[in-house]
């Protein structure tokens, strides 16, 4: 019997402003995959990332998440799908009236694993251990507003993460940051991903990240996915897209 794929996404369409962001994007992802998505600036993958989560409903076609239909949820129903989900935005997306350890104990505390393994989400053992892997041991008290933006994406990132999540999903993880850094963000959630099993996704414009990341790569083009495959079979593409953007790998 075939397993429920973890993500299905079918003919997703989405126009902003009369512009087509995505057009035809179709998607499969089994469970404890790791997976980098790629695509040039405004080519609709943060708008893609958010309907995975239900932030955005597509004007056509089906999202189905752990194997359910996002358009037939009531409003509970998709949180407790949420509550699956690590997501880190692009922008941090930090709750400004709450300290860095904060942000993370409220995550703990709203997760469905958590309360289902009767975790205490107050301890703060697990999330200091994430603020100092990406930097920020000294920062559980800080506000967001004290911290710069590459702090702030990093306290994001160590919030997806502290509540186990069977998906999580990095939009530009590593926008802003220096190289060393960038690596060791991305040794981290890669360590995380073999330690827990969790299906990951990452979406960046940097092909180095996407390589780094996963040998796995979906390049997104047009509104719809334009190629999916290992890094050494795309190199071997005779697509022009597909050859630009690999161009950029050292």
Do not use: C, Y
């Amino acid at each position: 019997m075939a397993l429920t794929p973890l993500i299905e996404l079918k003919d997703i369409e989405v126009t902003f402003d009369e512009r087509k962001i995505l057009n035809g994007f179709s998607l499969t992802v089994d469970s404890g995959q790791k997976l980098s998505l790629v695509g040039e600036s405004s080519s609709g993958k943060s708008t893609l990332l958010k309907i995975m989560v239900g932030l955005i409903r597509p004007d056509r076609g089906l999202v189905k998440i752990f194997g359910r239909d996002l358009s037939r949820l009531s409003d509970g129903e998709l949180r407790q799908v949420r509550q699956r989900i690590g997501m880190q935005f692009q922008s941090g997306a930090l709750f400004d009236s709450m300290s860095v350890m904060e942000n993370l104990k409220l995550a703990r505390r709203e997760s469905a694993h958590d309360q289902a393994a009767g975790l205490a989400a107050d301890n703060p053992a697990e999330p200091l251990k994430l603020l100092a892997a990406v930097g920020l041991a000294s920062a559980e008290g800080r506000q967001p507003f004290e911290l710069s933006g590459g702090m702030r994406k990093r306290a994001a990132r160590a919030r997806a993460l502290t509540t186990n999540p069977a998906l999580a999903i990095f939009d530009e993880p590593t926008a802003g940051l220096d190289p060393v850094t960038s690596r060791r963000i991305i040794n981290l959630i890669q360590s995380i991903s073999d330690q827990s099993g969790a299906t990951m996704i990452l979406a960046t414009t940097d092909v180095q990240v996407a390589r780094h990341f996963s040998p796995n790569l979906l390049v997104l083009n047009q509104g719809r996915l334009w190629a999916s495959d290992t890094i050494d079979h795309l190199r071997a593409s005779q697509d022009i897209f597909v050859q630009k953007l690999l161009s950029r790998l050292l």
